[in-house]
């Protein structure tokens, strides 16, 4: 058969001389490899204490926007949700009632808003898909959690906190 | 007849010294296995418990202490429970003719730091090392469990295979010092030259011996922890399991303390008679030197564990018998010719 590349290396089966059958030479070499990694340089990243740098493209956990004034940018059109490809995403529209003006910039808004965290691959399609700017992947990641339901993300765990206002932990 | 009742607190003392620090430094073999590990894979190893994780291999006995226990129904329980016992036991009894130190004197009485002078020491650690070998058995047996009998059967042929070359390699030390006593064999080194000077070959084929006797890698295939479904102590839970365990590394601390009294000088050290010091303090220098010795002997197995691969069963049974025991046969010839040659001039 004709190589297709010329990186092939043929194998060598060349019956093993005297000192290569004693193995202790190919023993010290390997122990010599081991012994100077003791040196080298650790790769681990001590994970609570000391965190990974992300780079600048990477997405993480969504976040609700508000405009400017503190209201809420969604109003539950529900392109997110169709354009997830892993159907992450659930929502329930809502109209305003007047006197919620300062609430909610358009006529209608997500009541419910859910994220299902371990379902989402944080393809950031949701983001490219919204018109109203109301949903921006973020740089942090979803932190580690005992029970499953605990990673369905609700409208309180997503959106931004009021300006001038804290989020609760 | 009097009973010396000071000799005999005397010796009830080394004994539980001697048990505790080979239970600490064997706890800490686990910890250290870890470190190494870790360090020479680039990674940081046990950090969390205490300082630089040195509180790990308690949490690691309390975890086993408090894990459930479970006896299969099927076994023998007599044996079951006899398996792992034994194991800790015999691997506890080989530290008693190491010397651990020359002699103290304290208020004009000589305490010698070893448990018994005994004068066929080196027979003694032999017929210890090779009871060994039924705690395994009996463990892998009495589960009764087709693959723990099949693991214990290859640890028992390993472990009996390799006695004998590691048995024939000591043969040419007796030779040489003339001594089965290991008191006087590393007196012997303490006013000449270190045995592994004279005895290279014997040496090496004693170290390869004494890992494949631990169980240790490259000769870690009755346990192979990344291959099969556990080895002989497959049906062992909780701390029968954790007796088991800490058994290996109980031996790895007495086969490093008896490689480094016998070939590496043990608890002499060169010049250690021209310093001029006091008796007591010669002593205690040379019993921590000991300990250095055996800590240096215990990295190296750690060391080799994390870098050579395993062994397979064939090429283990052939190494044993067709390379290692010529070798040892030949070594002991030799030693006997230079012997022979030296008193004929």
Request: with cysteine.
């Amino acid at each position: 058969m004709q190589a297709l590349t010329n990186r092939a290396k043929p194998v060598d089966r060349r019956p093993m001389t005297f000192v290569e059958r004693m193995y202790l030479p190919a023993i010290a070499k390997g122990m010599a490899i081991t012994f100077k990694h003791i040196f080298q340089k650790k790769e681990v990243v001590s994970y609570p204490e000391q965190k990974r740098e992300f780079s600048p493209v990477f997405r993480g956990l969504h976040v609700l926007n508000r405009d400017e004034e503190g209201r809420e940018n969604c109003t539950a059109c529900g392109l997110c949700a169709v354009s997830c490809p892993a159907e992450a995403i659930t929502m329930e529209g809502a109209e305003r009632k007047p006197g919620e003006e300062h609430l909610y910039r358009e006529e209608k808004y997500a009541a419910r808003y859910e994220i299902n965290m371990l379902r989402c691959i944080f393809c950031g399609f949701c983001e490219e898909a919204c018109p109203k700017d109301a949903i921006y992947l973020t740089e942090t990641f979803a932190p580690s959690n005992y029970k499953r339901e605990s990673f369905i993300y609700g409208k309180e765990d997503l959106l931004i906190p009021m300006p001038g206002e804290k989020k609760k932990a | 007849m009097t009973i010396d009742w000071v000799l005999i607190l005397e010796k009830i003392l080394l004994i539980s010294g001697v048990l505790v620090i080979s239970l600490v430094v064997a706890m800490y073999s686990t910890w250290g296995e870890r470190k190494v590990a870790a360090i020479m894979q680039d990674r940081l190893g046990p950090n969390r418990a205490g300082w630089i994780g040195l509180l790990q291999p308690l949490a690691d006995g309390g975890k086993l202490f408090f894990k459930e226990e479970i006896i299969p129904g099927t076994s023998n329980r007599f044996l079951f429970i006899l398996g792992p016992s034994l194991a800790m036991m015999v691997a506890c009894m080989t530290s008693a003719v190491i010397p651990w130190g020359d002699t103290l004197i304290i208020a004009g009485h000589t305490v010698s730091l070893q448990i018994a002078d005994i004068n066929i020491g080196m027979l003694y650690i032999f017929g210890v090392v090779s009871l060994g070998v039924y705690g395994i058995m009996l463990g892998g047996w009495a589960s009764n469990n087709k693959y723990s009998l099949l693991a214990s059967v290859r640890a028992a042929s390993q472990i009996i295979s390799y006695e004998l070359a590691m048995g024939l390699s000591l043969i040419a030390l007796v030779m040489l010092t003339g001594t089965l006593s290991v008191k006087e064999i590393v007196e012997q080194q303490r006013h000449g030259f270190w045995n592994v000077v004279y005895q290279p070959l014997g040496f090496i084929l004693f170290l390869i011996c004494s890992f494949a006797e631990c169980n240790r890698s490259p000769f870690d295939l009755p346990e192979a922890e990344n291959e099969l479904n556990g080895g002989y102590h497959l049906e062992y839970s909780s701390m029968k399991l954790g007796f088991y365990l800490f058994a290996e590394y109980i031996n790895m601390f007495i086969s490093s303390a008896v490689m480094a009294s016998l070939y590496f000088g043990g608890y002499s050290f060169p010049y250690m008679d021209s310093l001029g010091l006091d008796h007591n303090l010669l002593t205690i220098l040379g019993t921590v030197v000991l300990f250095g010795k055996t800590i240096c002997f215990i990295f190296f197995f750690m060391w080799v564990r994390w870098t050579i691969p395993r062994f397979r069963y064939d090429q283990l049974m052939r190494l044993g018998w067709n390379m290692m025991i010529p070798l040892a046969l030949a070594n002991m010839l030799l030693t006997g010719a230079a012997i022979l040659w030296k008193q004929g001039h």
